[in-house]
């Protein structure tokens, strides 16, 4: 919907607010990258790699390995392994150099941050048919409504 005046100065689409939130994430990679680096894989990703790109992307230390474990079958199944790969690698090789981070962030093509934010965060992968459940208790937005219990009234 076009806008003209001053409204136009305070839309914000989609990809504006991902390309903000990339943006967001290169302090916080790079502090990571600085305390913990990401160690080069032997051979394929496994769930300590994993969870290690994870912690770096997300901000968070307290993820789920079974969830992570889940992740990377569904990944794998789906043919989107070799996204988060190359985001793995392009970040192992930035270290913690900020200009290095957003670069291999903008060069993210195939959206592998993209796939692990929206996986930790609604516990959801994209599959062939829709949506897949990898957790949901474990889901990072879930831990914001975890103090409810499931038959709190209604007001």
Do not use: C
């Not at 990571?32 to 894989?41: D, F, S, T, W």
């Not at 270290?95 to 903008?106: R, V």
């Amino acid at each position: 919907m076009p806008s003209t005046g001053k409204q136009a100065a305070f839309l914000i689409d989609r990809r504006r607010l991902l390309a903000a939130a990339m943006v967001l994430m290169v302090p916080r990679i790079a502090a990571a990258q600085a305390a913990e680096p990401l160690r080069p894989l032997s051979k394929d990703m496994d769930v300590e790699a994993l969870l290690a790109l994870s912690r770096a992307v997300t901000g968070h230390a307290d993820l789920s390995a079974e969830m992570a474990s889940r992740m990377l079958a569904v990944l794998a199944e789906t043919g989107r392994l070799a996204n988060v790969s190359a985001l793995y690698d392009a970040l192992r090789l930035a270290g913690s150099n900020a200009q290095a981070i957003a670069a291999a962030l903008k060069s993210d093509g195939e959206g592998g941050a993209k796939l692990l934010l929206r996986g930790w965060y609604t516990g959801l992968l994209p599959g062939p048919k829709g949506p897949i459940l990898i957790g949901y208790e474990d889901a990072l937005m879930g831990r914001v409504v975890a103090d409810l219990p499931p038959d709190h009234p209604k007001r």
